[in-house]
Structures are given as C-alpha cells and as structure tokens.
C-alpha cells in the first residue's frame, strides 16, 4: 500500500490535554516507565518534569466483549520518524505550561484496525488514537473512550 499523499487525508496531530497537572517544557520532558496490559486495565506509567508519577489507566470493559483497549503498540522516535512531518492542531490546549498528548485523526493505525472485518471503526464509531510521545518513545491507543489520569502521590 502506498503512503498516504499529502494533503486532506494525511493524518493529523491534533494536541489533546486532558489534564494540566502534566508539567513540562515539551515532550522529552516525559520519562516513560512501563506499559502494562494486565486482565482488566491497561497502564502507562511515566515521570514528568517535576519528577511526579502519572498513571494512563484505560478500563472501561468494551460491550459486548471485555477488552479495555482494542490495540497499542510501542515504538521509538526512529520507528515513527514519519510523524516528524505530520500536521498539528494546537486549539485543543488548555496551559501552555502542561504537556500534551495527541489524538490522530485519519489515522493509518485504525485505517490498518480496519481491516478486521468483524470490530472496526465502522462497528464502534467512537473508537480514537491516542498517541503519548516522550523525547524517545512512542505509545499508541486505539479505545473508545479517554482513559483516567492520575498523579500518583509520593
């Protein structure tokens, strides 16, 4: 399959902020620590600027079967170089001084999710990408709902 051209179906970044206790001056601010998948919830776990631990936990069962999330995967900077050229919308931010995630909209990641003729983003309309990025890795969710994100106190 060939890239997708440039122009209206390249995916998009569009910056996502759902809470602002994240602090940092940009995304290698981020230190990830683990990706868990146990049998009820997903995890991401990482470090701030501050040094603060923040939690990503997806685990709203997905009706009628009882997975949290229908994919992730992890990757580096030099696996996912291709988002270096991708577009981004920044209307979503709510403090300059907070970090960020993104969700991606004509994503090629549910475009490949799509292929599953049986639980597609035809089947669940509201499935997203979320992509979390630190200065080295990159994590990526397709679910159908925002996870909770907790600061966990130390």
Same mark, same amino acid.
């Given at each position: 399959?060939?890239?997708?051209?440039?122009?209206?179906?390249?995916?998009?970044?569009?910056?996502?902020?759902?809470?602002?206790?994240?602090?940092?001056? *940009?995304?290698?601010?981020?230190?990830?620590?683990?990706?868990?998948?146990?049998?009820?919830?997903?995890?991401?776990?990482?470090?701030?600027?501050?040094?603060?631990?923040?939690?990503?936990?997806?685990?709203?069962?997905?009706s009628?079967?009882?997975?949290?999330?229908?994919?992730?995967?992890?990757?580096?900077?030099y696996?996912?170089?291709?988002?270096?050229?991708?577009?981004?919308?920044?209307?979503?931010?709510?403090?300059k001084?907070?970090?960020?995630?993104?969700?991606?909209?004509?994503?090629?990641?549910?475009?490949?999710?799509?292929?599953?003729?049986?639980? *597609?983003?035809?089947?669940?309309?509201?499935?997203?990408?979320?992509?979390?990025?630190?200065?080295?890795?990159?994590?990526?969710?397709?679910?159908?709902?925002?996870?909770?994100?907790?600061?966990?106190?130390?």
């Amino acid at each position: 399959m060939k890239p997708k051209e440039r122009g209206k179906n390249m995916e998009k970044l569009h910056a996502w902020q759902p809470v602002t206790f994240i602090k940092g001056r *940009n995304h290698a601010s981020l230190g990830f620590l683990q990706v868990t998948a146990y049998m009820d919830h997903l995890k991401i776990s990482f470090t701030d600027e501050t040094g603060a631990l923040i939690e990503v936990i997806y685990d709203q069962p997905i009706s009628p079967v009882e997975y949290y999330v229908w994919s992730y995967r992890f990757s580096t900077e030099y696996g996912r170089f291709d988002l270096l050229s991708r577009e981004r919308e920044y209307s979503g931010l709510k403090d300059k001084d907070a970090l960020h995630f993104y969700k991606v909209s004509n994503s090629e990641y549910i475009e490949w999710f799509d292929r599953n003729p049986l639980v *597609n983003s035809k089947t669940h309309p509201a499935l997203e990408h979320h992509l979390y990025l630190s200065g080295n890795e990159i994590v990526e969710v397709l679910s159908e709902y925002e996870p909770r994100f907790i600061k966990v106190e130390q």
